[in-house]
């Protein structure tokens, strides 16, 4: 299983997920493709200028690896203070 | 070691003062900073949301640029999340040091980088509409004044 979470205005379109890895998805590339596929979850909105990536609370960058058990999050740009 | 807090009720921002300053020892300057909602509106209120776990260990790896740049001696940082409304505060941050400019620039690096790197997600609601508020080109500027 792995944990997909979304912050900030990614939250309010989208549920917090619970899902088995599924086979093709190798890759945070793969996974951000397979959620456009399967649950109409668009790249360009998970993606967009200013979101961030972290995978087990350590932010990413590049097309990183996925294995069972990771938690996901797409985080929209962060507003403190 | 300083202290962080992320505080779903309301906090003192004059407690969190006193309580700082009784634990400091040695320092010669503390400042203080104090963020509150802005507004008078009755009908305007604030969430903030963060990410558990993620949010204070981003929070650290500031403190931690911080205390590299100056020779601070203590620092606390208390941080709002949950629903607000106008003359609330969100966030305290305090430094002490020995001389006064250690404690005054940490401070003022400590809120540039809480504004656009600390974890914290926020949005308004007015008039029932709800609306996310994302880093000003001018948060964005004060933090790369940092950078420089």
């Not at chain 1, 996974?31 to 967009?48: G, Q």
């Not at chain 1, 979101?51 to 962060?78: Q, W, Y």
């Not at chain 2, 650290?60 to 590299?68: D, G, H, L, Q, S």
């Amino acid at each position: 299983m792995i944990t997909i979470l979304f912050f900030g205005n990614l939250g309010d379109i989208f549920p917090t997920m619970e899902i088995s890895l599924p086979p093709s998805v190798i890759t945070i590339e793969d996974l951000t493709l397979w959620l456009s596929e399967n649950m109409f979850i668009s790249e360009k909105t998970l993606l967009k200028k200013g979101n961030r990536i972290s995978i087990n609370k350590n932010i990413i960058t590049g097309n990183v690896s996925l294995k069972d058990g990771d938690e996901i999050a797409f985080m929209s740009p962060l507003s403190g203070g | 070691m300083g202290i962080l807090r992320i505080s779903n009720t309301e906090f003192s921002p004059e407690s969190e003062h006193i309580a700082f300053r009784d634990e400091v020892k040695g320092a010669g300057a503390i400042v203080a900073f104090t963020g509150i909602v802005r507004g008078e509106k009755q009908d305007l209120s604030l969430t903030l949301s963060h990410y558990a776990g993620f949010t204070e260990k981003e929070i650290i790896k500031i403190v931690n640029k911080a205390e590299k740049r100056w020779s601070i001696l203590n620092w606390r940082i208390i941080h709002r999340v949950g629903v607000m409304l106008p003359g609330e505060p969100i966030v305290f941050v305090a430094t002490a040091s020995i001389h006064r400019r250690a404690s005054f620039e940490a401070a003022d690096f400590l809120m540039d980088y809480l504004k656009s790197e600390a974890p914290f997600w926020k949005s308004e609601k007015s008039l029932g509409k709800k609306k996310w508020i994302e880093p000003r080109l001018q948060d964005l500027n004060d933090k790369k004044r940092w950078e420089e």
